[in-house]
C-alpha cells in the first residue's frame, strides 16, 4: 500500500473515531450524572443529621419538641443574613441557635450558639476549626470542657473578654489568640441578639 493509499484509509476512519469517541464521552458522563444523583441524597441526609445533632447540643436536653430545622427565621448579620432556629415546646419559644464565627490563630472558628428567649448562653459548640492540635483545640468540647463556661452567661452578667485582658474566660497556655477569638464571637453574637430580639420574637412567634 502506497502512502498515498494509507493517507486516504486513515481519512477514512475518522469520522468512525470522532463518533466513538462522542459516545464514550456521551457514556462517561451519563455515569458521571447517575452516580452524583445516586449519592447527593446520602451526602444531603448526612449533612442535615449533623446540623441537627450540633443544634440539639447547645440546647438543654428535653427543651424543645419541634424539627428544628424547619423551624427556621433570618434577620440581617454583619457578614449578611443569618438563619435563627427556633425552638419550641408546647407551641412556646424555649430557645433559640444561630451561628457566629470568629478569626483565630490559624483561620476561622464557626460557633453555633443557643440563647434563650432573655438572651441567656444554653450553650455553645464548636463546628470547624484548624487551630494548633494540642494547643488552639482546647475549643473542641472533645478536647476538654473549657467550652462549657460560657453556659449560664448573658451580656450584663459576664465580663466578656479572656482572663489576660481582665476578663473572666480562662486561656490557653501558648494559645490566647483561639479562645480570645471565640469569646469575642460569642459575644458578638449576644450583642446581635440584643439588637434583633423583638423582631426574632415576632417572627418566631408565628
Do not use: C
Not at 464514550?24 to 451519563?30: C, E, F, K
Not at 430545622?69 to 441557635?97: C, H, I, M, N, W
Not at 483565630?104 to 450553650?123: Q, S
Amino acid at each position: 500500500m502506497t502512502f498515498d493509499e494509507k493517507l486516504e484509509h486513515w481519512r477514512s476512519l475518522l469520522p468512525y473515531q470522532t463518533g466513538l469517541l462522542a459516545i464514550v464521552g456521551l457514556l462517561t458522563s451519563a455515569a458521571l450524572t447517575l452516580a452524583n444523583q445516586a449519592t447527593q441524597t446520602p451526602i444531603e441526609d448526612s449533612l442535615q443529621k449533623d446540623l441537627q445533632a450540633s443544634l440539639a447540643q447547645v440546647l438543654p436536653p428535653n427543651s424543645f419538641d419541634n424539627k428544628l430545622l424547619t423551624s427556621t427565621l433570618e434577620r440581617p448579620a454583619p457578614d449578611g443574613k443569618r438563619t435563627v432556629y427556633v425552638a419550641r415546646k408546647a407551641d412556646q419559644v424555649t430557645g433559640l441557635v444561630f451561628e457566629v464565627a470568629g478569626k483565630g490563630y490559624a483561620g476561622t472558628i464557626r460557633i453555633v450558639m443557643g440563647i434563650d428567649p432573655a438572651g441567656k448562653v444554653l450553650g455553645v459548640r464548636v463546628l470547624s476549626h484548624a487551630e494548633t492540635p494540642g494547643l488552639g483545640d482546647k475549643i473542641d468540647a472533645q478536647k476538654s470542657n473549657w467550652i462549657e463556661s460560657f453556659a449560664g452567661k448573658g451580656l450584663n452578667n459576664a465580663k466578656w473578654a479572656v482572663k489576660k485582658d481582665g476578663g473572666e474566660f480562662d486561656q490557653f497556655a501558648g494559645a490566647t489568640i483561639t479562645p480570645r477569638a471565640v469569646v469575642k464571637a460569642v459575644h458578638e453574637g449576644l450583642q446581635w441578639y440584643a439588637q434583633e430580639k423583638e423582631n426574632i420574637a415576632k417572627e418566631g412567634a408565628k
